[in-house]
């Protein structure tokens, strides 16, 4: 068997960059990024006798929160993702995810205690435009946002990287689509930072393509009575973690994901889960050749309690408002069909690349009930 000796250097930005420099802080800072000031930081205290991490939640399973997290864990969530994947010492994996966070911080945790080659870009919309055609990586993580930037810039770099987890925000119909053509191993997550990231993980292309999260190893699910996912993680010693994502239960390590109890809404009587809808209407125009960013917001009614907003990005492909609300009343089943479109310039994401709800109810549903005043 051979012994692999650890990798004394990783690359960031291009450069490269010694462990050993950045655990004696003989790196010079003056000339560096934010990020990379607080790249060098994360390593450094990984490196060092630090036995703890405090990472924020994003209000996955109830209001955001600072959790403490041992060294010890955060390792075994690392190593348990090396085995996942079959990741060996000396291949190469990619972070372009943002360190500060844990989705980031678990990428170069996993490079350093795998003995991984590690690249390190920023957490920008195209992470490979200055990747090397010919850099081979054998694993990456990112956003919808970043996969979706990429199949429309540079979608030839795809082909270099052998596996690509999805995360941060759900995939929506039209992008899963597009993956099908792409030769890389694609997964989608499910992750949390309660989780210390993914503790289920589903297929999104090939012939194992599946809409069904299975269980990493040590991990089993249950539901409550609102039908939420609970999880229960032996490796990272988690009891009945509580989450508000509603789900199908196949069995105790697989599920069905139906989108978030919190974005329940009750409109003529029906309850309606927000992201069900999306998926609908994400084919629909798709159909229409209208793919653009949208998401679905709810505003109070007085015959229907609540009705459905559709908020939609505009393009130069303009959009005929009476038409497109037609067609939607035609093809969903009753009540899941918006009342109101509004055409805005740019929908809010949340820093991890998610649709921010409350702030795009803020900024374009205020407007448009002030205007109508």
């Not at 990783?10 to 003989?26: A, K, P, R, T």
Request: hydrophobic letters at 35%; a neutral charge.
């Amino acid at each position: 068997m051979r012994i692999h000796e650890p990798l004394k250097s990783f690359i960031l930005h291009g450069n490269s960059f010694l462990y050993q420099d950045v655990l004696e802080e003989n790196i010079d800072l003056s000339d560096k990024s934010e990020f990379e000031i607080e790249t060098f930081s994360i390593i450094n205290k990984w490196l060092s006798a630090q036995k703890n991490f405090l990472l924020k939640t994003s209000g996955s399973t109830g209001k955001p929160k600072i959790i403490n997290f041992s060294k010890e864990k955060i390792k075994k969530s690392a190593l348990r993702t090396i085995k996942t994947f079959h990741l060996n010492p000396g291949q190469t994996v990619l972070n372009c995810l943002n360190t500060a966070h844990v989705a980031g911080l678990l990428m170069l945790v996993r490079a350093i205690e795998g003995n991984l080659n590690l690249i390190i870009e920023s957490p920008a919309a195209n992470p490979l435009v200055n990747i090397d055609e010919g850099r081979y990586i054998d694993f990456c993580a990112m956003t919808p946002y970043q996969a979706e930037t990429i199949l429309n810039d540079t979608p030839s770099k795809f082909a270099n990287i052998n596996t690509i987890l999805i995360g941060g925000a759900a995939l929506n119909p039209s992008l899963e689509r597009r993956f099908h053509n792409v030769q890389s191993n694609i997964y989608q997550s499910y992750s949390m930072t309660e989780t210390l990231t993914h503790v289920a993980i589903r297929k999104v292309n090939g012939i194992k393509k599946s809409n069904i999260y299975h269980a990493l190893q040590g991990v089993s699910f249950s539901q409550d009575s609102r039908g939420c996912l609970i999880i229960y993680d032996q490796t990272l010693e988690i009891d009945a973690l509580i989450t508000n994502d509603m789900v199908h239960l196949v069995d105790n390590t697989s599920f069905k994901w139906i989108g978030r109890y919190d974005n329940v809404i009750n409109t003529g009587g029906i309850k309606i889960h927000i992201e069900g809808v999306e998926e609908e209407i994400y084919e629909i125009l798709g159909d229409l050749g209208l793919q653009r960013s949208f998401c679905l917001l709810s505003i109070p009614d007085q015959k229907l309690t609540n009705k459905l907003v559709l908020l939609i990005e505009e393009s130069d492909i303009k959009i005929d408002t009476n038409f497109l609300l037609l067609e939607l009343k035609r093809k969903l089943p009753k009540y899941h069909e918006p009342k109101t479109l509004i055409k805005v310039p740019e929908l809010i994401l949340t820093k991890s690349g998610k649709i921010d709800r409350k702030r795009n109810t803020e900024k374009y549903l205020h407007e448009y009930h002030r205007l109508r005043k």
